[in-house]
Each structure stands twice: as C-alpha cells, then as structure tokens.
C-alpha cells in the first residue's frame, strides 16, 4: 500500500509506529495547522476548547458536532498532517457518539477522544458531571461502531482526578483500554508524581497534555520513557495569537499607525503562507 492510499487513520498508526512520541501543538483554525506543518510537526491536534473561543464563546459546550466536523474539514483540506480531534463527550447520546466519530472521519481526522463527562451538565458542581464506567464504556463502543475504517483512532478520556482522586482516574483509563480504546487520556495531571504514576500504572498506550502553568510540563523524551505516545501543546499557539493582537491593536490604539510595531510578517510571507501564487496559477489554466 503506498503513502498516498493510507488513510489519515493509517497514517497516524504508522507514524506511531515509527516515533517514540508524537508530538501535536494544538489548531483551532487552518491557519494553525499549516504553520505548525511549517514547522516540522508531524501531527495536529484540534482542540475544542480552541475551536469555541476562535468563535468569541466560552468552552463550555457551545459548538456543536456540525460546526466542529466543519472545522475538521477546513483543516484536513490545506494540511495532509494526521488530526487528532477533541470530541467533547461525543454531542449526545450514544448514537450521537457513533455520528460524531463517523462524520469527523468523513471530514478527514485521523481520530478523536471521548471524555466522561456529562454533556449537558446537570449539576453546577462539576463534581457530579461525570457518567458512569459502564456509560462510558459504552461511549468507547459506540465511538468504534460509528468509525468507517478500523485505522480510526479512538481515545478514551478521564477527567475525574479533581474530583474523584488518581486511583479513579487510573481505574478509568485501564477501563477504556479494556473496553478496546486505542489510547488512554488523563487530563488534569499536574504533578510529575501524577504523570509517573500514570506511566507505571495505565497498562496500554498513553496520550498527554501539556499546557504551560497548568499541567506538570516534562520533555518530550522523558514522556516517551514512561509509555506516552502522543504529546499534545493544546493551548499555546491560541495564547500566543492573542497576545499577539492584542500588542499590534494596543500600538495601533496608541500611535495611529503600525509604523515602528515590527512584530509581524509581510504581506508576501503572509501570501506565501497560504500558496497564492500556487493558487493563481491554477486559476489561469481555466482562462487560457
């Protein structure tokens, strides 16, 4: 089978296969994804959290699972890297959960993780947000069921270490790798002792986030060493945008101008960035 006839599914597995981590900074937009391809990244993770607060709203359940798959497609048309995508707790029911994983495949992710927590939320204490294993567990089946090509990575995700202790979230983790997820998810570690623990005891392929000042922030090779596979920098791009406009807005507000504010590319890089004359070109052929 060549490159060109792998699946985005295929394709993660067997950069999987070849690294001892994956590593994928987070892309709200598609803009994003091409810059982190410009990188060197062999991977993109959509975040959720990103996706909604790139439309001006919270994350807390605002995008749905057309907007989010709509997305997914934005990127997965300008950037070729594998996208791993942030499912929420898969936009409803179970059937839901079988829709979402069928239509993010459609739209080009190489797979997705689903959380438990309870989507709406019933109660305003978060601690009492959070669906049973055997709901859960049912989550990871319904999310494999939904798939069209069994290369489709499913990832099932653990939030309960705030409320309900690491064992729980271990015992969770080890749960959704018995019921057949491909890769395990506990989010919430904030100390390394949480992240060892993890590595010794979460017993199959484990995934990872890494957000500056919230979570224990460890080397990619040290995560590696402990049974992490993929690695994933959710938040820091979309910090780093804002901080960004902020500063160039701020010097426009101040000065009238952008004269003196040089923290910014050109109008060609930008237009580089994004191919136009790679994109002009094609247009031509149909005016000759």
Do not use: W
Not at 20 to 48: H, M, N, R
Not at 52 to 81: F, H, K, P, Q, W
Not at 83 to 91: C, H, N, R, S
């Amino acid at each position: 089978m060549t490159g060109e006839m792998l699946t985005a599914g295929a394709r993660l597995r067997r950069l999987l296969e070849r690294n001892e981590i994956v590593v994928a900074p987070g892309a709200s937009d598609a803009l994003t994804a091409i810059l982190i391809k410009e990188q060197g990244f062999q991977a993109v993770y959509c975040t959720g959290g990103g996706v909604s607060r790139s439309r001006g709203l919270a994350d807390l359940g605002y995008t749905t699972l057309t907007e989010m798959a709509e997305r997914v497609a934005n990127i997965t048309e300008v950037c070729d890297l594998p996208l791993i995508v942030d499912a929420d707790a898969g936009f409803g029911t179970a059937l839901s959960v079988e829709r979402t994983a069928r239509l993010l495949e459609r739209a080009g992710a190489a797979g997705l993780h689903i959380e438990d927590e309870e989507v709406p939320a019933r109660n305003i204490s978060p601690s009492k947000n959070f669906v049973s294993l055997r709901e859960m567990v049912g989550r990871i089946r319904a999310a494999q069921n939904g798939r069209q090509d069994a290369s489709f990575f499913v990832i099932g995700r653990t939030d309960v270490l705030p409320h309900e202790g690491l064992e729980s979230a271990i015992d969770r983790a080890n749960a959704y790798l018995d019921a057949g997820a491909d890769m395990a998810y506990v989010e919430f570690l904030q100390h390394r002792e949480q992240v060892e623990a993890v590595g010794r005891r979460v017993r199959g392929p484990k995934f990872i986030n890494q957000i500056k000042d919230e979570t224990a922030i460890l080397s990619a090779h040290e995560l590696a060493q402990m049974g992490f596979k993929i690695m994933i920098h959710p938040a820091d791009a979309q910090l780093a945008a804002i901080h960004a406009t902020r500063a160039v807005l701020k010097h426009l507000k101040q000065t009238g101008s952008s004269v003196g504010y040089d923290a910014m590319v050109s109008f060609a890089e930008r237009d580089r960035i994004v191919a136009t004359d790679e994109h002009r070109r094609r247009m031509a052929q149909y005016f000759s």
